[in-house]
């Protein structure tokens, strides 16, 4: 089985800024990502912040990453735009890309939808149940989770959420107070796979939690499949001669 | 504009054998469909029930309908077989069906979906709260409703429930046991057009409230466009001669 | 039956500078699909073009339109991007947009689906045989056209096109090389619509073909659709109170 | 990686009635795709006919298929009700169907997909070239294929090919006369995935060409990815007290 090459890409900025996040996440979000899916064999694993040069993601990093995650919030408008182009470029190569959360507003993932990407949201404190639903178990998504996963406490995400209709709809959430949400949604771009996966937060331990670490761990997955052998759309394109694909000698150029 | 004929079928048994349920629809739930379907301008209405010979359903009427809606709770074994088969056949002709609720058990439903139609459920005496959002709201379907509707009491219907991926999905509703239901949902069969819409119940009033009714009338404009002006599939297939369209003198043909 | 207000953008381009174009399309592309389109009730018809001021999309024309067709080829990139902005805000509010044949790498429409938009080509002299077949003749788009359309002169575009799966897939042509295309695609984005619809070209007369022009009429219709009456995104989204939705007094709130 | 355990299921009249299809496929169709299989480590390969009781398809031969291949044509009506029921039940529960050629009138396709599954085709001796076209290039099934496969001699199959839309788009064919069709077409049911395949016949070789036998590999390593660890839908439904899946102590539960 091929390995897969996987890049944690986080913003990195509430870890360092509030004690409460910090404890919760005291090697900050991308550390405890990488610590869940390093129980899954098959993945090479590294991670990358805001704060790097290039935000660590540079041209050699993207080329040797067949599956980048997405982790940001308060500082979207900071990801440089030449960075968002090259990420951009390289999904619609093959790369596949996981965005989390509160990364729905991120500029890479506005830009691979084509829309607002806004959505109802709710901060009580202390958060409010979430349950997630399987509505697809064909899917490679869904396999071994439980129907339902609890979250017992996370922000609240409502519909609607402006996204195109996903390629593939796997998980829709509810919440205490009544709202629901697509909240695992697959799309396929270029050459490249996207997955949107909502349930997550930087005040609660939802990366802690097994089933939501599973459900991550089969996202990377899926999205990792696309990067094994597809040529990119731009060499399957371009001024064609006519007939440019008959071999020589072919019964059928004769006729 | 053209005028849709509907035929509003209903199993019309609960009706006639409940007085709790005759109390809250007297006229049959297919009066009270027709009542709510009769405000609205260019449709020509008629209803059929399980009683009457052919169930309603002869070849004539069914020749003369665009819309078809379906109510059916208790007595799906009872629909014979040889109508459910002329009825899937108007389908992929052209005929436009809107299932209503408990009918994602009829064999109707069961036979255009290609699976076991099976969900999650829950009869609570009082039923509960179901909150119904909007996820494309630049659907048809979706026009002038408001966001979100709440219907005060309906039976729970959760995932999963076993349908194929909807062709468009228009409403997801939740419930006060933090449950999701795919509830509005539309697909292309052959000709046809099928939207399944499941708030409603026998028990409760809700097919009396306005949004609901505007709801289904909108299933069923949705539904009766497809009846407009196209061939049915098999006059679009067939034994066909090589370049049979190519019409005589036509530059491509001297090519 | 509302009136759909209807605005034809068109580059105007190539028809100042070649005759040959100009004698297929002496008012402009935009005048021959303005007289398409007025053959049908209900549509109030105006155009703009590139060398207007704001190239005639200021923020009163767009507020007034419902449907939006597209037609650039030779300077896509000419185009502002505060009015490419303008116009993809309008779209995710409502307004339809259908994107015409070269289109297909202008700003907007790459902006709208997330992609690159390549696509294969090819330009022999004098065009080649495009044939247009129906694979949902359910769908609107599909109303009253015959099974195939044969364009006997186009110019070639084939797969793989880049573009996210189409919501609902239409049209797929064949080309005399042997290639494929998918030349009606759906898609929703926000609460508005878009139609990309290939057949077409400076260079023949294809929008004086009637099937054609019925075809892009179609595409209005199905896009105008959108704008009916649903509330912009924005407006069903953002920050929400914890049951705000109960109304008081409702059975629910006292569970 | 977890095995894959594959049952080809053949009707094998063809090679046993006609000499010249007895010579394309000596070892009968099934066998030829056996071979064509066993090139992929990680499948275990068996085979089942018609004539076989059971049509070889039992109880514990089903339960202990991951994928099934399906090939029929002169046929389908021999085939026992009983037979199908229980396939579909099979898939529903989660294994995979690949549905070949001819197969797409076999009474389990048609169940799965709810339609007629008519098609456009032509018989002309000696059959014509089929291009296959990537239209998804991120999806497995196109995982090291090239751009485009072409088949100079197969039987052609045309739209409208009356299917639901499919979940996942893979191929679309043209064919000499001008014709497209979606040759390669995936769907979710139930726990259990459909991908039908066109391209091939019993009385060319196409099934011995190496980029086909790749795409039914792909097709095979797609569909058998279902069966991995997912619940039946059934197990997933059914009558739910409300909060069931409250555990006690949650603080969700004290709302």
Known sequence: MRTIRVTIWNEFLHERSYPEVAQVYPAGIHGALADALAKHPGLEIRTATLGEPDHGLDRVTLANTDVLLWWGHAAHDEVADEVVERVHQRVLEGMGIVVLHSA????????????????????????????????????????????PIVVTHDEMYGEFFDIPTPDELVFISSFEGGEVFRSGCCYYR??????????????????????????????????GGAAASNDAPERRSGNAPRDWFIEPGSPARTR
Request: net charge positive; with cysteine; aromatic share 12%.
């Open 104 to 147: 729905h507003f991120s500029k890479i993932f506005r830009r691979l939808m084509g829309t607002s990407c806004a959505l109802r949201w709710r901060s009580d404190p202390g958060g409010e149940r979430e349950v997630i639903w399987t509505v697809n178990p064909a899917h490679p998504i869904a396999a071994g989770l439980p129907q």
């Open 190 to 223: 270029g050459a490249g796979r996207v997955a949107y996966f909502s349930p997550g937060d930087q005040e609660y331990p939802v990366y802690h939690q097994p089933e939501i670490q599973r459900a991550i761990a089969n996202c990377v997955a899926w999205c």
